[in-house]
């Protein structure tokens, strides 16, 4: 059965930082990972969506990368904003469903 | 574009009464459905997917049934709701191709009194 862990559960960081989300899962068999932000309240927005067969993807401050063999991928936000602020949740594709994380919560302050 | 519609955003119900909740999308065809449930603190539960119209799977034994009456419509469903049925439902839809993301709607907070 596929678990799927973050580190930390919770960060806090002064604006401007660099920072890193882990995400590991056990079960390498997997088509593509997934990362979402959650805002207080609301539903999941899609961030990045890595292949199996690739190493990262970017979108603006972004990077998400993915070593499936190892089982873990990680998120780099650089220059935080305190608009980043939110929790952010890992999920890995099986067949025809996701396994989620529960997630990092993500407090950027002024 | 794709869009994805939940209703309502908020719900109190009492104990024992019926659910009905409803998701429709837009803007595909065919597209594989998924209701989650996001309990406080816990992270997001699969509850139940859709490949086609009537064609369901559970995905844990609970209170709850879902129907897909038309391509693009997926409801949630009880009879009789249990406390233990409160939490943050999710819809979402994904194109059936493998390859493709999980887009979510809005989500239904569902308090039970």
């Known amino acids: 059965k596929q678990e799927v862990t973050q580190i930390p559960a919770a960060l806090s960081v002064p604006e401007g930082e660099n920072l890193v989300l882990n995400c590991s899962f056990t079960d390498s068999a997997i088509y593509n990972l997934q990362w979402f932000r959650q805002d207080p309240g609301k539903g999941l927005t899609s961030l990045l969506l890595i292949q199996s067969s690739q190493r990262e993807q970017t979108s603006g401050r972004l990077n998400a990368s993915l070593d499936k063999s190892s089982g873990r991928s990680t998120l780099y936000i650089a220059a935080s904003q305190p608009g980043d602020s939110a929790t952010y949740l890992c999920?890995?594709?099986?067949?025809?469903?996701?396994?989620f994380g529960t997630g990092t919560r993500l407090l950027v302050s002024p | 574009s794709q869009t994805i519609h939940q209703w309502p955003a908020t719900l109190v119900q009492p104990v024992g009464s019926p659910l009905s909740l409803e998701c429709t999308v837009e803007g595909t065809s065919n597209p594989n459905l998924y209701w989650y449930r996001q309990a406080a603190g816990r992270g997001l539960q699969l509850l139940f997917y859709?490949?086609?119209?009537?064609?369901i799977s559970s995905e844990v034994p609970q209170n709850l049934s879902a129907s897909r009456p038309q391509d693009r419509q997926f409801i949630l469903s009880s009879k009789k709701l249990l406390l233990s049925d409160s939490g943050f439902y999710l819809c979402?839809?994904?194109?059936?191709?493998?390859?493709?993301?999980?887009?979510f709607g809005d989500g239904t907070r569902l308090s039970i009194l």
């Open positions: 979402a839809w994904a194109d059936s191709r493998i390859d493709q993301p999980q887009h």
């Open positions: 999920a890995v594709r099986g067949f025809q469903k996701l396994v």
């Open positions: 859709s490949v086609g119209i009537g064609q």
